[in-house]
């Protein structure tokens, strides 16, 4: 009923730039909160930037130089990285927490993209 579709991902230098997209769409009431997050084979998943109502959380590693917007009309969220590091390089995902148009809570994640920092 809720797909979260997200795009963006490639491989860059580092020192480079790259804008991550990922988009709601489906029986959506109403999103509260959109975020990306990013895993490394082996680790956890770890939390990269939120948004909630126009406040923005971001890990303390890519505050700085990572800078999380939302589009409500679009129910888009945008994740613009600049200064890429090697550690940079991850699978990033999509999550929203919504409710849905049945009115129920909704904890939803992309398909993740990856992100790779290499000269």
């Known amino acids: 009923q809720v797909q979260v579709v997200e795009s963006g991902g490639g491989l860059v230098q580092p020192g480079g730039s790259l804008k991550l997209s990922c988009a709601a769409s489906?029986?959506?009431?109403?999103?509260?909160?959109m975020g990306w997050y990013r895993q490394i084979p082996g680790k956890q998943r770890e939390l990269v930037a939120t948004?909630?109502?126009?406040?923005?959380n971001y890990a303390d590693s890519v505050k700085g130089r990572f800078t999380i917007s939302i589009d409500n009309a679009k129910n888009t969220v945008y994740l613009q990285m600049n200064s890429l590091k090697p550690e940079d390089t991850a699978v990033y995902y999509c999550?929203?927490?919504?409710?849905?148009?049945?009115?129920?809570?909704?904890?939803?994640w992309g398909q993740g993209t990856q992100v790779t920092v290499s000269s």
């Open positions: 999550n929203v927490r919504l409710i849905t148009a049945l009115h129920f809570n909704g904890d939803y």
């Open positions: 489906g029986r959506i009431f109403i999103i509260y909160t």
């Open positions: 948004i909630t109502e126009g406040n923005t």
